[in-house]
Every structure is written in structure tokens, then in C-alpha cells.
């Protein structure tokens, strides 16, 4: 099949921030519609233009090509606020989305008790580390069918009694002493906010579906990754939806045949926030230079990223969950100048055998070593545009990673700007970028 007809799919593969939003909008020029399906602004991509750099945290990093319809899906739950100001933000770099976007009407709001409530848990014992911008109880509000969809804003006459259920509860679990605005604060600062978001709702699954019919060519943005993955992530250490394929179906609408190809991004080392099991982590200073010369802060929060050598057995899993057809390894530049380059090929067990398998459980990841495999370094990658090009020793090693992972690569970025990767040969990306 030529990927002039395919519909993409691009999926993180390992705990976020492994540099999707780049890939997307390498990719976005060659598709008709741009569609994120999960998550909420707890997710940031980072385009670089021209050496400029953009953040987008909740608008699919397609937003920086005239020709790409933006798709926001039901899976994802939108501060509308932030959106407005995202919205702003980039018409000011000159990116109107007028015409050009649309809005699930059956994708949930985050409203200010959700995090009111997502700070009041993260200020307690048991936090998990999260980015407390209330994505998680609004996933709870919505399992819980207490939730507010975009489509009640086009009813504000019913609008309190929707939102009451939710608010009611947040404030009996909070206590008396809760700091939230009153109910009526809560509509009619959500409508004023909405107002001008009003034109932008419609029914999403509807227009992909009639988009997919008539041939256009879908690319379905996944925000954050596998390993944050509600159901097959390092649980309770993870997002609150699914971040894995199964989300990108439930947070359109489409069908599973509707998808041809499957994109997986992965860092050419490891790195995740907030707490949680990461076996790859490194105290030490190459931990730290990671850090510093891959720029580790979180896009949505400025949090420092932990930093660790690549981790085969959680980047496997993942492609397994997800089915990938090819990987796209980023920031292999930033492993230049190491004198070794370190790839995770198993975890030491405390009896001292050794395992790839995932721990289902928290407590038992504590007391797995990782398994480290050491590979000579090179001198730079950086900016490299042909996978000829790249020096003997960074070959060794990425090809002991497709080794360990069983996934072939397909991209290679070697530096932030757009300019800054290559295509390899042969692979389902070729016709596109090569």
C-alpha cells in the first residue's frame, strides 16, 4: 500500500516527551486531517521552525500547516481557557485555525473543581506526580457519568444541572473549608470562556468518518505513551486515559480498519516525569548532562525529566501493545561525545536472573537492576540527513536497539529542527520523507 493513502497512526513508546510533536509536523504537510483523540493540557509537543520553538499542549501539532484539518476527538478532555490562549498564542505567530478546526461535542471539559481536587490529592501522602491540572478527575468524572461534554455548552439553560453532580461531590470530598468558587461562578465563567469556541463544536466521528470515505488521508496524534497507559502503563504511576492504540478507536469513533500504518516514537535514551518505576534512571553526571543537553524539562510544567539509557524491555512491550511497523528514534545527537553509549537489555531480579517481563505491580519494579549492554561512542550525528552518513559506532548501536526491540527503524532524528533527521531506506515513510 502506498503511504500517499495511508492513514498513520503516532504513538509515544515509552513515558512521553520522546519528541512526537516533531514527527507530526514533518508529517502533517502529506495529510488532509490532523487528529488528537486523548489526553488533555497535560501533554505539551514542541515544533522548531527556522530554529523558533512552538509548544502546543491540547491543538494537534498540525496546526502549523495551512492545509491540515484539525481534529480535537471525544477522548480528549479541554480546558477551554488554556485552549483559547493556545489559540492566541499561535495567531499571533500568525497560525488562525479559522475553518480549519473542529471540536468533539462529546469530548469532557475540565472544569475548576476537577482541579481543585487533583491539587488537594497531590498535596497529600499518596501523590503520584501529577501535572494537577485536573485531567484525572475529569476522566473520573466522566466514568462516573457525572461528566460535562462540549455539546451541554450549546444548552446553557440545562448547563448547571450538568455540572452540579460533579461539583457537588468535589466539595463533600474537599470539606467545608474548600476554596471553590459557587456553582453560578462556575457557569458563567465557563460560558464566557466558551463563547468564542462556540463555532469550532460539532460531531467529530461524523466528519472522520466521511473524511476516511471519501480517501482523505488521516494522521491520528497520540499524546503521551505507552508506559503511562491507564491499562498497560506503570499503574498506579500513569495518565488517566489510554494512550496506547485501543484510544485512538474509543477517542474517535472510527473503526480499527480505518487505520493503516502505526508509527512508534521513542527517545534514543529514556526519560520520564513525575514518580513512578524507571528502572533506566541515572543519579549520576551522565544522568545529568542527558538532562542539560537534551534539554529534559517538561514542555506543559518545567519539571526536570529523569534521565536514563534506552530501555529495551519497556520500548518492546510497547510496540508489542501497539503492533508498530516502524520506529522513529529522536535525539540520537544528543548522545554525542559520550565516551560509551549504554542500551537496557533486561532487568537483574534479586534472585540474579534476568527478565524482560513488566512487573503488574508497583512494588514489583523496586527490585529490579537494569541490565546494561555498553557501546563505544561517536563524535556528532548532529544534523545528519543520510543514514550513510551516520558514524560506524552510532550504527553498532542503534542496531543492537532494533535487535532488542524487534521493530525496524523508519526516521532518525539527529537535531531539533525539522531539517535536522533522516528517512531510512526501504521503510514505509520513504514516499513521504525521504
Given amino acids: 500500500m502506498s503511504l500517499v493513502r495511508t492513514n498513520l497512526a503516532i504513538l509515544g513508546l515509552q513515558w512521553g516527551d520522546e519528541g512526537k510533536g516533531k514527527v507530526v509536523d514533518l508529517l502533517s504537510p502529506h495529510f488532509h486531517q490532523v487528529v488528537r483523540f486523548q489526553g488533555g493540557n497535560n501533554a505539551g509537543h514542541t515544533v522548531v521552525v527556522d530554529g523558533q520553538s512552538i509548544a502546543l499542549h491540547q491543538v494537534p501539532s498540525g496546526a502549523l500547516h495551512p492545509g491540515c484539518f484539525l481534529v480535537v476527538g471525544n477522548g480528549v478532555v479541554l480546558n477551554l481557557e488554556v485552549f483559547q490562549q493556545e489559540l492566541d498564542r499561535l495567531r499571533t505567530r500568525g497560525f488562525d485555525l479559522a475553518g480549519r478546526?473542529?471540536?468533539s461535542d462529546r469530548a469532557h471539559l475540565i472544569l475548576p473543581h476537577h482541579i481543585a481536587l487533583d491539587l488537594w490529592r497531590e498535596g497529600g501522602a499518596n501523590k503520584i506526580g501529577t501535572t494537577g491540572r485536573g485531567i484525572g478527575p475529569a476522566y473520573e468524572m466522566k466514568a462516573g457519568r457525572m461528566g460535562v461534554r462540549l455539546g451541554d455548552l450549546l444548552h446553557p439553560e440545562t448547563l448547571a444541572d450538568r455540572i452540579r453532580p460533579g461539583y457537588e461531590e468535589v466539595r463533600l470530598r474537599l470539606g467545608a473549608g474548600a476554596e471553590l468558587p459557587s456553582l453560578e461562578t462556575v457557569v458563567e465563567d465557563l460560558l464566557r470562556i466558551a463563547d468564542p469556541l462556540l463555532?469550532?463544536?460539532?460531531?467529530?466521528?461524523?466528519?472522520l468518518v466521511a473524511a476516511w470515505e471519501r480517501g482523505d488521508r488521516i494522521l491520528f496524534e497520540?499524546?503521551?505513551?505507552?508506559?503511562l497507559d491507564i491499562d498497560h502503563g506503570t499503574y498506579p504511576f500513569v495518565t488517566s486515559s489510554n494512550c496506547s492504540l485501543g484510544g485512538l478507536f474509543t477517542g474517535t469513533g472510527l473503526p480499527p480498519k480505518a487505520l493503516d500504518k502505526i508509527l512508534g516514537i521513542a527517545k534514543a535514551y529514556t526519560t520520564r516525569v513525575g514518580s513512578g518505576p524507571f528502572p533506566a534512571e541515572m543519579h549520576d553526571a551522565t544522568g545529568e548532562r542527558l538532562r542539560q543537553v537534551g534539554r529534559e524539562f517538561g514542555t506543559t510544567t518545567g519539571r526536570p525529566r529523569r534521565c536514563g539509557w534506552f530501555d529495551?524491555?519497556?520500548?518492546?512491550?510497547?510496540?508489542?501493545?501497539?503492533?508498530?511497523?516502524?520506529?522513529a528514534i529522536m535525539k540520537l545527537d544528543v548522545l554525542d561525545g559520550l565516551d560509551e553509549v549504554g542500551l537496557i537489555v533486561g532487568y537483574r531480579t534479586g534472585e540474579g536472573t534476568i527478565t524482560t517481563e513488566l512487573p503488574s505491580c508497583a512494588a514489583d519494579w523496586k527490585g529490579l537492576q537494569p541490565e546494561v549492554k555498553y557501546f563505544k561512542g561517536w563524535a556528532s550525528t548532529r544534523g545528519i540527513t543520510k543514514h550513510g552518513e551516520l558514524p560506524a559506532e552510532a550504527h553498532a548501536y542503534l542496531e543492537?536497539?532494533?535487535?532488542?526491540?524487534?521493530?525496524?527503524?523508519?526516521?532518525?532524528?539527529t537535531g531539533p529542527d525539522r531539517q535536522e533527521g533522516c528517512v531510512y531506506p526501504g521503510t514505509f515513510l520513504e514516499p513521504l520523507l525521504g
Avoid: K, W
Fill in 312 to 327: 529495551a524491555p519497556i520500548t518492546a512491550h510497547a510496540c508489542r501493545t501497539n503492533g508498530v511497523d516502524g520506529l
Fill in 222 to 227: 497520540g499524546a503521551q505513551a505507552t508506559l
Fill in 199 to 207: 463555532p469550532f463544536i460539532g460531531d467529530s466521528q461524523s466528519h
Fill in 400 to 413: 543492537a536497539l532494533v535487535e532488542s526491540v524487534e521493530v525496524p527503524i523508519a526516521y532518525l532524528s
Fill in 101 to 103: 478546526l473542529m471540536l
